[in-house]
């Protein structure tokens, strides 16, 4: 039988009989991946520091008849030791996993793959606010599953402006001009900047961003649960 070697994220570990693990991987190459790990939960297995959360491995597997295959091998290339010190960061990190996997399909683009990777590099940094970090995250899945929300105009087609305050209409996505508004100009250059590739430990630098994020929250965890609907 053909080996086939990848990346690979785990995304969840669910014991199987005495000393086998089933594990869900998230690779850049063959999406998402269901493996049976064979004695990994034996003390002298090989595979078991090559699968461990908050990491990133190279495995190499067999695929099998139905939809589980076997993990072959698994070596760690980069763990996110930092991570584990902190149990909140622990905490988000199991929720955006999680979100990731119920929003994904079996075969995501390996741009998800890149995200993931991305949020566990912001959380192994102590100094990249958690709140940050979730939001940047729920916008980029926003992004990837083709849901932005229309931050150049308003709903009838007028440029955003610094001058005006804005409501957002969540059906057509895109804010309305409104004299009591609670959004701003820079509520709206803060969404952009969430929206875009530029990656949470830059957007920490930003001056001032990190105290818009709470007007924000509410609207993007809205945005996610009615499309994404995680």
């Not at 995250?137 to 105009?153: I, V």
């Not at 949470?200 to 105290?211: D, E, F, I, R």
Request: charged letters at 20%; aromatic letters at 8%; a neutral charge.
């Amino acid at each position: 039988m053909n080996q086939l070697v990848t990346k690979a994220i785990v995304l969840s570990r669910t014991n199987y009989g005495e000393a086998d693990r089933i594990l869900t991987l998230l690779t850049p190459d063959y999406g998402k991946l269901r493996l049976m790990a064979r004695g990994v939960r034996k003390v002298k297995s090989k595979l078991a520091g090559g699968i461990e959360l908050f990491s990133v491995s190279d495995i190499t597997f067999i695929r099998g008849r139905g939809e589980i295959g076997t993990l072959v091998s698994a070596r760690l290339v980069t763990y996110y030791s930092h991570i584990v010190k902190d149990i909140e960061r622990v905490q988000l990190g199991y929720e955006l996993i999680k979100v990731l996997n119920k929003a994904t399909e079996d075969q995501p683009e390996p741009a998800y793959f890149e995200l993931l990777e991305q949020t566990f590099q912001a959380l192994n940094e102590s100094s990249v606010e958690l709140n940050l970090i979730q939001l940047w995250f729920e916008s980029r899945l926003l992004y990837l599953a083709g849901h932005s929300p229309n931050l150049r105009t308003d709903v009838a087609g007028h440029d955003l402006t610094a001058e005006t305050a804005y409501n957002f209409d969540f059906e057509a996505m895109a804010f309305t001009a409104h004299a009591d508004a609670p959004f701003t100009a820079s509520h709206i250059k803060t969404l952009r900047l969430l929206f875009s590739r530029r990656q949470p430990q830059a957007l920490s630098n930003v001056k001032g961003l990190t105290a818009l994020l709470p007007d924000l929250q509410p609207l993007i965890h809205t945005m996610l649960i009615s499309f994404i609907r995680v």
